[in-house]
């Protein structure tokens, strides 16, 4: 059946290649469907999110470098550029026509010279596997701001063609309205222009962002953040602090006025390519001093968290190296996982020091292109998933152990609109004693190098009690084939009842199931090793029964506890907050009248050390503010050394 032709899009085509110098043509941008007007008040849940999908359009346009430009700390203008195969006439009238309607992977999309001539869910040139698909993510830009501008060039010609576009907001009482006659619904206004350009060979678009949104500017200057530390100085109601790298707080009635200086993890004379490297370290290291910045949301600001939530999100190159590329001298002990999704053990694989996981497994294998980098404000942004260099703990096993399978289903004997069609994909397992940041453990799906939904903690809703366990466990799969249609509008979640998301599920659940079995002996072994080496230590009775609380709450392994300091005096609460220890003040844990006497002092004190270290071993204390952890013992201690 033939497509139905846009007169109005054919028109438009033809007036675009028709202008003149001095001479514009002015149009109205449309969606396919009523619903999907919507999209210009906002799917995406940051600002960073918006940037992301510019990004993502740049890489399906075969760029190979994309630079943005963000103004901060002012962020008067964001401007996303790249050197991508630019659109032509037809291409842009297309996405003016049809938002939400992209010809991306469709027939259209070829005879545009779009995408590849054989394949239109690969790009034109590099045959890259197509990140977006419905085109939305241009006008992703209206969650920054309502008016932009696309300046953009194909290769051999001397023109580029520029349109300014001004995007409508839209209510309810709005889309009622709307009559329901199936035509295309008004999202904005945009107006289309000619320049000369003496450069023929030069390609590529860019999108710059004037007048963004106030509250998207106050976001990505991090003013919650500046007032909620501000007012926890004044209350000392809540535990926080300035994070461990900002650009700089700007003074709210004074935008071009800096109140408190940038703090940068490298000098203005470091290389864009070193740079990103510098705050992975960074975040890592500010880890080692304070607890509290093992969590991206205290140990950095808005800025620096959209640049490491960039770099999670698009297909780049990892900072350092690819689980693959792991060896034998970088890990304890490699397994791979049974390909069978409900039974089945994982094996373990001997390497050699020098082998890696990649060579002697066959999985995982990142097919990262190399010939794409993002650079923002001048710093290159990589993958901040590092495997190696994390804090060290006192647990019994300190090497990594790694799990890593594949999963190709035969999907031919099923009918394909029932199962989703063909369905492949590759994963990984990576064990560590400590993560930095807390934000990493969790499971990261990646579809065609690319994933909008960062790490899931909660391991697609892994039900079965190994919650130690997963908060030391980074994991990531590598779709090869299918999945796609599973993401939602938005790209940030799934449509969970879909065949495919189910059998991802199914899978990852049960590679937990082999990890835990292999790790709980593993662990087990590593720390009789141990304590045959250090010599059993005699205990008081009341020690044994703290040690054997402990070890019911982390699953038999004692050693994984924090130590616990009721803390006499500042000099000796940051000793042992260096060491590691969570620590509590005496004078506010321990009620004066409830401990007078000195024997009743002394239980209460040990009772505090081993209430709080039973509340953190279970992991209740993570979440309570530092007030609320010393409210919480001091009450439970109160309770206990009266009763």
Same mark, same amino acid.
């Given at each position: 059946?033939?497509?139905?032709?846009?007169?109005?899009?054919?028109?438009?085509?033809?007036?675009?290649?028709?202008?003149?110098?001095?001479?514009?043509?002015?149009?109205?941008?449309?969606?396919?469907?009523?619903?999907?007007?919507?999209?210009?008040?906002?799917?995406?849940?940051?600002?960073?999110?918006?940037?992301?999908?510019?990004?993502?359009?740049?890489?399906?346009?075969?760029?190979?470098?994309?630079?943005?430009?963000?103004?901060?700390?002012?962020?008067?203008?964001?401007?996303?550029?790249?050197?991508?195969?630019?659109?032509?006439?037809?291409?842009?009238?297309?996405?003016?026509?049809?938002?939400?309607?992209?010809?991306?992977?469709?027939?259209?999309?070829?005879?545009?010279?779009?995408?590849?001539?054989?394949?239109?869910? !690969?790009?034109?040139?590099?045959?890259?596997?197509?990140?977006?698909?419905?085109?939305?993510?241009?006008?992703?830009?209206?969650?920054?701001?309502?008016?932009?501008?696309?300046?953009?060039?194909?290769?051999?010609?001397?023109?580029?063609?520029?349109?300014?576009?001004?995007?409508?907001?839209?209510?309810?009482?709005?889309?009622?309205?709307?009559?329901?006659?199936?035509?295309?619904?008004?999202?904005?206004?945009?107006?289309?222009?000619?320049?000369? *350009?003496?450069?023929?060979?030069?390609?590529?678009?860019?999108?710059?962002?004037?007048?963004?949104?106030?509250?998207?500017?106050?976001?990505?200057?991090?003013?919650?953040?500046?007032?909620?530390?501000?007012?926890?100085?004044?209350?000392?109601?809540?535990?926080?602090?300035?994070?461990?790298?900002?650009?700089?707080?700007?003074?709210?009635?004074?935008?071009?006025?800096?109140?408190?200086?940038?703090?940068?993890?490298?000098?203005?004379?470091?290389?864009?390519?070193?740079?990103?490297?510098?705050?992975?370290?960074?975040?890592?290291?500010? $880890?080692?001093?304070?607890?509290?910045?093992?969590?991206?949301?205290?140990?950095?600001?808005?800025?620096?968290?959209?640049?490491?939530?960039?770099?999670?999100?698009?297909?780049?190159?990892?900072?350092?190296?690819?689980?693959?590329?792991?060896?034998?001298?970088?890990?304890?002990?490699?397994?791979?996982?049974?390909?069978?999704?409900?039974?089945?053990?994982?094996?373990?694989?001997?390497?050699?020091?020098?082998?890696?996981?990649?060579?002697?497994?066959?999985?995982?294998?990142?097919?990262?292109?190399?010939?794409?980098?993002?650079?923002?404000?001048?710093?290159?942004?990589?993958?901040?998933?590092?495997?190696?260099?994390?804090?060290?703990?006192?647990?019994?096993?300190?090497?990594?152990?790694?799990?890593?399978?594949?999963?190709?289903?035969?999907?031919?004997?099923?009918?394909?609109?029932?199962?989703?069609?063909?369905?492949?994909?590759?994963?990984?397992?990576?064990?560590?004693?400590?993560?930095?940041?807390?934000?990493?453990?969790?499971?990261?799906?990646?579809?065609?190098?690319?994933?909008?939904?960062?790490?899931?903690? *909660?391991?697609?809703?892994?039900?079965?009690? #190994?919650?130690?366990?997963?908060?030391?466990?980074?994991?990531?799969?590598?779709?090869?084939?299918?999945?796609?249609?599973?993401?939602?509008?938005?790209?940030?979640?799934?449509?969970?009842?879909?065949?495919?998301?189910?059998?991802?599920?199914?899978?990852?659940?049960?590679?937990?199931?082999?990890?835990?079995?292999? !790790?709980?002996?593993?662990?087990?072994? #590593?720390?009789?090793?141990?304590?045959?080496?250090?010599?059993?230590?005699?205990?008081?009775?009341?020690?044994?029964?703290?040690?054997?609380?402990?070890?019911?709450?982390?699953?038999?392994?004692?050693?994984? +506890?924090?130590?616990?300091?009721?803390?006499?005096?500042?000099?000796?609460?940051?000793? +042992?907050?260096?060491?590691?220890?969570?620590?509590?003040?005496?004078?506010?844990?321990?009620?004066?009248?409830? $401990?007078?006497?000195?024997?009743?002092?002394?239980?209460?004190?040990?009772?505090?050390? +081993?209430?709080?270290?039973?509340?953190?071993?279970?992991?209740?204390?993570?979440?309570?503010?530092?007030?609320?952890?010393?409210?919480?013992?001091?009450?439970?201690?109160?309770?206990?050394?009266?009763?």
């Amino acid at each position: 059946m033939a497509e139905k032709v846009d007169e109005e899009e054919v028109e438009l085509v033809e007036s675009i290649k028709a202008l003149k110098s001095g001479k514009e043509v002015s149009t109205t941008l449309h969606t396919d469907e009523r619903v999907l007007a919507r999209v210009t008040d906002g799917i995406y849940r940051q600002p960073g999110s918006a940037i992301r999908e510019l990004i993502a359009n740049s890489y399906d346009a075969d760029a190979t470098i994309v630079s943005v430009s963000t103004d901060a700390p002012r962020f008067d203008s964001i401007r996303v550029s790249d050197d991508g195969s630019g659109m032509s006439a037809e291409v842009l009238a297309n996405l003016i026509r049809h938002i939400g309607g992209s010809a991306k992977r469709t027939s259209r999309a070829q005879d545009m010279e779009m995408s590849d001539p054989d394949n239109p869910t !690969l790009s034109r040139y590099k045959r890259r596997r197509l990140i977006g698909k419905i085109g939305i993510g241009l006008f992703s830009v209206s969650q920054l701001t309502r008016q932009f501008t696309i300046v953009t060039k194909r290769a051999g010609t001397r023109e580029r063609l520029v349109a300014d576009v001004t995007l409508h907001r839209f209510n309810e009482e709005i889309l009622k309205d709307k009559p329901k006659d199936g035509k295309p619904f008004e999202t904005g206004k945009v107006t289309i222009w000619k320049e000369k *350009t003496p450069d023929e060979k030069g390609h590529g678009t860019t999108i710059a962002l004037t007048q963004l949104i106030p509250r998207v500017v106050q976001l990505l200057q991090s003013r919650d953040e500046w007032r909620a530390l501000a007012e926890a100085d004044q209350t000392a109601r809540q535990r926080r602090k300035e994070p461990a790298f900002h650009i700089g707080q700007v003074a709210d009635k004074e935008p071009t006025k800096l109140v408190r200086q940038p703090k940068l993890p490298w000098s203005d004379d470091t290389p864009e390519g070193l740079r990103y490297a510098m705050l992975v370290e960074g975040v890592v290291h500010a $880890a080692e001093k304070e607890d509290l910045f093992s969590q991206l949301d205290f140990a950095l600001d808005s800025y620096f968290r959209m640049l490491w939530t960039l770099g999670i999100a698009l297909p780049l190159p990892y900072v350092k190296l690819r689980p693959s590329q792991l060896t034998g001298a970088d890990l304890h002990k490699v397994y791979k996982l049974s390909e069978k999704i409900r039974e089945g053990q994982a094996d373990e694989v001997k390497l050699k020091p020098e082998e890696t996981v990649g060579e002697k497994l066959g999985v995982p294998v990142d097919s990262t292109p190399e010939d794409f980098s993002v650079v923002v404000d001048g710093t290159k942004i990589f993958r901040p998933v590092m495997y190696s260099g994390f804090p060290k703990t006192k647990r019994a096993l300190q090497r990594p152990v790694i799990f890593a399978g594949r999963y190709h289903p035969n999907m031919k004997k099923a009918d394909a609109n029932q199962s989703g069609g063909e369905l492949a994909f590759s994963g990984y397992f990576f064990w560590t004693p400590r993560v930095v940041p807390r934000d990493h453990t969790g499971i990261l799906v990646r579809i065609n190098g690319a994933s909008g939904t960062g790490f899931d903690s *909660t391991f697609l809703k892994y039900q079965v009690a #190994e919650n130690r366990r997963l908060r030391q466990i980074i994991a990531e799969v590598f779709i090869e084939e299918g999945l796609d249609s599973a993401l939602n509008i938005d790209r940030e979640s799934f449509n969970t009842a879909h065949p495919h998301y189910q059998l991802l599920v199914s899978w990852v659940h049960n590679a937990l199931r082999q990890a835990a079995n292999k !790790l709980k002996a593993v662990e087990k072994d #590593e720390r009789d090793k141990k304590r045959d080496r250090e010599g059993k230590k005699a205990k008081a009775d009341w020690d044994v029964l703290v040690d054997t609380q402990i070890e019911i709450a982390l699953d038999g392994d004692e050693e994984a +506890a924090r130590d616990v300091v009721i803390a006499e005096d500042e000099a000796q609460a940051t000793q +042992a907050e260096a060491e590691g220890a969570l620590v509590l003040p005496k004078a506010e844990v321990i009620n004066k009248t409830d $401990a007078a006497k000195p024997e009743k002092e002394a239980k209460a004190v040990k009772m505090a050390e +081993a209430v709080t270290k039973l509340l953190d071993a279970y992991g209740l204390l993570e979440s309570l503010s530092r007030d609320d952890q010393i409210a919480l013992v001091a009450g439970i201690v109160r309770l206990a050394v009266n009763a």
